[in-house]
């Protein structure tokens, strides 16, 4: 059988808090945000498909399952809130 994506699912559903806690995607979005300011992007759109998912996952723990997702990632501070 051949097919145009993995068979096996990658990764866990759940978000392990105790693994990777919340602080820590703050502190990686950190050098984003200053790139962000410095050449004045509105916000950052970040792509990840299910065999290339590594720039999307490492700033929002999020894995594609099927096909590919994306995240819109706004300027430092607006938008987060504590879980």
Not at 2 to 13: E, K
Not at 32 to 44: C, E, F, R, S
Not at 53 to 69: D, E, K, M, Q, S
Request: hydrophobic share 45%; proline share 10%.
């Amino acid at each position: 059988m051949r097919t145009m994506q993995p068979c096996v699912t990658i990764g866990s559903y759940l978000w392990a808090q105790d693994r990777v806690p919340y602080d820590e995607f703050l502190l990686r979005l950190e050098p984003l945000h200053a790139a962000m300011d410095d050449k004045g992007w509105p916000a950052v759109l970040v792509f990840g498909d299910v065999r290339e998912h590594g720039g999307l996952a490492y700033l929002t723990n999020f894995i594609p399952r099927v096909r590919w997702g994306m995240a819109l990632l706004p300027p430092a501070r607006r938008g987060f809130c504590a879980p």
